[in-house]
Each structure stands twice: as structure tokens, then as C-alpha cells.
């Protein structure tokens, strides 16, 4: 009797508990239809402006330095060097003195030649001195002809030996010009390959010293064949530009396309252009790699944020903000450069683009700007 009790009560617990149930979710379902459809979430996006502005039509390269000029010191002469008037590595100028070698040898052929000039005019102003006396005395018929003939003669031989020791005195002074070796051009010069007392001659292999020509120097780098057409234009006109820029670093040089190759190379389509750079800073090393820009010319076009730019199936798209609204507005993107891609069509210009956010966002979706970073 006890146990029937028990279930009893337990039953009549249950069903409370139950009507309980229903009387609460029956009120909270009402409370939800008294309040009405849920508010669209708004999205927070950043934006930035849709800019017709003039834009480079470039061309981006890896180029290489090299010198407009290079020489390689070396002797022309057998001797040995007697000084050396530069520190290496240093900046020379046009002119300036490099190497000074051993001249004396040259300096006593020098005298010997000296000397043989000097023998000959004096022979030559006796024989003159009997072709006049001899040319006296025929007229009062005291001698021959012959005598005349010989005396005229020996002057015509001393005339042509005297050349000749003028020849060889000249000679020498080359030789001797050899003896100082001077800068040819303005640049930097290498360290010296031969210290004082070294005996060089011209057959030597090695250089004594090479000076590069600093300021200005060639860039070389190579462009596809498609842009050789525009380039020429631009070349024709003076548009055309060369910007080099050192990896890793900020500094670059300005300057403008020197040649064209007369050539495209048949196995990669590119042609070799190469770049004259003023460099007065010496910015630019011989041998090193910069980027290259080749700016062909510019235009006129609309511009956005190349983070603006999404891609789908059906191409590349943007999102214009309209009446807090995002649109998906399709576009088409000529190139991009430096972050920014140009739009050729899909865009007029002064459109309130996103360039954050676009995760959440479809069409019609309501969005709100928010403020930019510090420093943005």
C-alpha cells in the first residue's frame, strides 16, 4: 500500500513538473513574435577611394652595373717600378699620376741620341760651308765641277742622317713618356697587382691596376619583345626612363635608354637594353645586381587598392559601398604595380571601394567605414 502511495505521488510530480515546461516556452514564444524579425548584422569594413590619376606603363627587370669605361694598366716597357702614388681602391681623376718606373736606361739612350744629332749638324754645317766655297771658286774656274758635286752631295747625306737621329731622339722620348703612367679618366682604380720594385715588362699577363669608370655607368638588363615596339616610341619622343635600385635598400638612380641590342635572342624573346645612369653619388658598384624599372611612358587611369580586388569564377570583382550598402561591382585589371591595379573597366573613378571585410560580405549587405589605423 505503501510502495502504490509512492508512485502515485511520484507521478503527480512529473506532471507538474510538465505543465510547468509548456506555460514557460509557451511565454517566451510569445515574447519573441511581440518583438519582430531580427535587425541585419552590419559589418564594419575599410575603405579607400577609386582615383583616376596618371599611372607609369613599366617594365620590371633584374639589370646588371657595368662601366662605360675599364682599362687595365699595364707597362710598355721592360723595367722596374719606382713608385706607386695611389692607396688602392681609391677615386683617381683624369691626369693624375699612377706609377712611376725606372727611366734611366732610357735617359742615357736619350743623351746618346742627343749626341749623334749634335755630330751630324755640326758635319752637316761644314759640308754646307764647302758647298759654298766650292761654288765660289768654280765661278773663277779655280776647281772642278766634281768637287761642287761631292761637297753637295755629303750635305744631302747629313741632311737625311739628321732626320734620322731627330727620328730616334723622338723615339726615346715615347719611351721615356712610358716611364709615368697616368690616369686616362676619372674613376676608381683597383688595388695595385705590383709593388715598388717589381720588374715589369708588356708581356706580362696581369694588369698593375684597373680603373672603372664610376660616374656615369650602364645598367643592362633585358626586356620581353612585346614592350620593344613602345619603347622605340619612347625613345623617339625622350619619354622613356631607367630607374635602378639596390636590393635591399632604398637608394636608386635615375636615368634614361642609352641603346637598344640591334638583336632579339630567338630562345628567350627578350631583348638587351641597356641604361646610362649619372651616379654621382656612386650609388651603383660595377658588377652588382639592382632592380631595374623601365618606365615606357604614362597614362591616364582609374586606380584602386589591389587589396580591393577579389577573384571568382566569373573574374575579378570589387565591393562599392552605395548607400551603406556593399555592391559587388565587376572589373577588369590591366596590371598592378606597387600595390595598386589598374582598372580598365568596371570603374569610373571617385567610388568608395572596400579593401577590408569583404569575408562577410555578399550583395546588398549593409556595412559601416570604420576609422583607419594609425599611420595608415
Do not use: C
Not at 11 to 37: E, I, K
Not at 44 to 69: N, Y
Not at 133 to 145: N, Y
Not at 298 to 325: H, I, L, M, W
Request: charged share 20%.
Amino acid at each position: 500500500m505503501k510502495k502504490r502511495n509512492l508512485i502515485f505521488f511520484a507521478g503527480l510530480l512529473g506532471v507538474a513538473a510538465l505543465a510547468a515546461f509548456v506555460t514557460r516556452s509557451s511565454w517566451m514564444g510569445g515574447g519573441a513574435s511581440a518583438q519582430g524579425p531580427q535587425r541585419a548584422r552590419v559589418i564594419s569594413v575599410a575603405l579607400a577611394k577609386a582615383e583616376r590619376k596618371s599611372v607609369p606603363v613599366d617594365v620590371d627587370s633584374i639589370g646588371t652595373v657595368t662601366p662605360i669605361s675599364s682599362v687595365a694598366l699595364k707597362s710598355r716597357v721592360e723595367t722596374t717600378i719606382v713608385s706607386v702614388h695611389f692607396a688602392d681602391g681609391a677615386k683617381v681623376n683624369e691626369g693624375d699620376l699612377l706609377f712611376t718606373l725606372d727611366a734611366r736606361q732610357i735617359d742615357a739612350q736619350i743623351e746618346q741620341a742627343e749626341g749623334m744629332l749634335a755630330k751630324d749638324q755640326a758635319q752637316l754645317e761644314g759640308a754646307q760651308r764647302d758647298v759654298r766655297r766650292f761654288s765660289d771658286l768654280i765661278g773663277k774656274g779655280a776647281t772642278t765641277q766634281v768637287n761642287l758635286d761631292n761637297a753637295k752631295t755629303q750635305a744631302d747625306i747629313l741632311i737625311g742622317s739628321i732626320k734620322a737621329d731627330q727620328a730616334a731622339l723622338d723615339n726615346l722620348k715615347v719611351q721615356k713618356s712610358y716611364t709615368t703612367i697616368r690616369a686616362p679618366f676619372s674613376g676608381r682604380i683597383s688595388a695595385a697587382n705590383v709593388k715598388v720594385g717589381n720588374f715589369v715588362r708588356p708581356a706580362d699577363l696581369a694588369p698593375l691596376a684597373v680603373i672603372n669608370q664610376m660616374a656615369p655607368v650602364y645598367v643592362t638588363f633585358a626586356i620581353p619583345q612585346r614592350v620593344l615596339v613602345d619603347l622605340r616610341d619612347a625613345m623617339a619622343t625622350g619619354r622613356s626612363k631607367v630607374i635602378a635600385t639596390i636590393p635591399g635598400h632604398q637608394r636608386s638612380e635615375d636615368g634614361k635608354v642609352a641603346m637598344v641590342e640591334n638583336s632579339v635572342d630567338s630562345t628567350t624573346g627578350m631583348v638587351t637594353v641597356r641604361g646610362i645612369m649619372n651616379n654621382e653619388n656612386e650609388s651603383l658598384w660595377p658588377g652588382i645586381l639592382v632592380n631595374t624599372k623601365l618606365v615606357i611612358r604614362t597614362e591616364d587611369a582609374v586606380t584602386v587598392p589591389t587589396a580591393a580586388v577579389q577573384r571568382s569564377q566569373n573574374g575579378n570583382y570589387v565591393f562599392v559601398v552605395k548607400d551603406g550598402k556593399a555592391h559587388v561591382q565587376p572589373v577588369d585589371v590591366s596590371r598592378t604595380f606597387q600595390g595598386i591595379s589598374v582598372v580598365a573597366t568596371g570603374l569610373s573613378g571617385g567610388e568608395d571601394v572596400i579593401v577590408d571585410g569583404q569575408l562577410l560580405l555578399s550583395e546588398g549587405t549593409p556595412v559601416a567605414p570604420r576609422a583607419p589605423k594609425a599611420g595608415a
